[in-house]
């Protein structure tokens, strides 16, 4: 199993990026999917999630009202729409599949995408 994240770079304060994240390996259309990020001198902490079905979503505060998740079950693919960014965004965004313990932890993990927002 493999979740493959892109998307990520460089973009200035207030700018817009979006991540994906394509599995393969099997398929998640019955588990929630979602995006942790860690950065820097950080513990890793949990940034949005959605339900198998698309109709559920979960935010971290620091995030709700910027980020939108969504997922293509067709497509076994998640997306981080990310508007309006900050230069505390500033980490690596992990894919993650079959999230699990109150938004703690997940099953499957992609490697990592860098997202740097400069001010």
């Known amino acids: 199993v493999q979740l493959v994240e892109s998307g990520g770079g460089l973009v200035q304060a207030g700018g817009s990026l979006r991540l994906s994240c394509a599995a393969s390996?099997?398929?998640?259309?019955?588990?929630?999917m979602g995006w942790f990020r860690q950065a820097p001198g950080k513990e890793r902490e949990f940034v949005a999630a959605?339900?198998?079905?698309?109709?559920?979503?979960h935010y971290a505060d620091s995030v709700r009202g910027r980020f939108t998740v969504s997922r293509d079950n067709a497509k076994n693919t998640v997306y981080l729409q990310m508007n309006s960014l900050k230069p505390e965004d500033t980490a690596v965004y992990y894919c993650?599949?079959?999230?699990?313990?109150?938004?703690?932890?997940?099953?499957?993990w992609g490697k990592g995408a860098l997202v740097t927002v400069s001010s």
């Open positions: 993650a599949a079959k999230i699990k313990n109150f938004y703690t932890d997940a099953d499957y």
């Open positions: 959605i339900t198998w079905s698309g109709n559920g979503f």
């Open positions: 390996g099997r398929t998640f259309s019955s588990d929630a």
